[in-house]
């Protein structure tokens, strides 16, 4: 392929290269095949849901944790990373875009009751945003900068369901940017290795006990 991406082959007369499924984007993450059938298409938005997955999430402490682009695209209410009860939003943990996709949000509701909230605005391109979350002690942390101040006085509510880009009760919204990685922990992360994680000047790795 040419610098002006144009394809020669000459060949030989007998051989052949043959391509399936090659798809060129610009970025770091590659997303998943768009399969065009000869012309142009658009698929939707790719998202991820695990329902009864309680074993896997920490009841009562845990780290919820999820590097997303940021474009502009003005998201309304699309979630981003959100752990759930059963089929309900009444308890629920999760992180996403608010209105008109200018200022995003950490929530917690226990029992339909707001636990804990900050708000942030995320900066243009990649974002690196962790919850943890502990009875009388969570904190969000946006890029390396805690959000407010840690929450001293907050319960966790009982959680079931994991949802990635998309609600696990509802799929009227989805998230509209990318999202790179995202992580689970059963364990409330350390002042510390909250700020590495979500730093983009350095890294350590995380050795859970």
């Known amino acids: 392929m040419s610098v002006n991406n144009s394809e020669t082959y000459s060949g030989d007369g007998s051989s052949a290269i043959e391509f399936y499924g090659l798809q060129l984007e610009a970025g770091n993450y590659p997303t998943s095949l768009i399969k065009t059938n000869g012309s142009s298409a658009t698929r939707a938005f790719d998202f991820a849901k695990k329902t009864s997955a ?3 999430i920490g009841q009562s402490e845990g780290t919820i944790y999820v590097e997303f682009e940021y474009t ?6 699309s979630p981003i990373f959100s752990l759930q009860g059963v089929s309900s939003p009444m308890e629920l943990i999760e992180i996403y875009a608010g209105i008109n996709g200018t200022q995003y949000s950490a929530v917690m509701q226990d029992g339909g009751v707001t636990q804990f909230s900050r708000a942030f605005i995320p900066s243009l391109g990649k974002n690196k945003v962790a919850f943890a979350y502990a009875t009388n002690n969570s904190v969000l942390v946006v890029n390396g900068v805690v959000i407010g101040s840690i929450d001293t006085s907050c319960t966790v509510p ?3 369901d994991i949802g990635l880009g998309s609600f696990t009760y509802s799929s009227f919204w989805s998230f509209g940017d990318s999202i790179n990685e995202a992580l689970l922990f059963k364990q409330r992360l350390s002042a510390e290795d909250l700020s590495s994680l979500t730093s983009f000047d350095t890294y350590k790795e995380l050795v859970l006990s």
């Open 72 to 77: 502009g695209v003005k998201d309304h209410y």
């Open 158 to 160: 009982t959680l079931y």
């Open 54 to 56: 309680s074993s896997v």
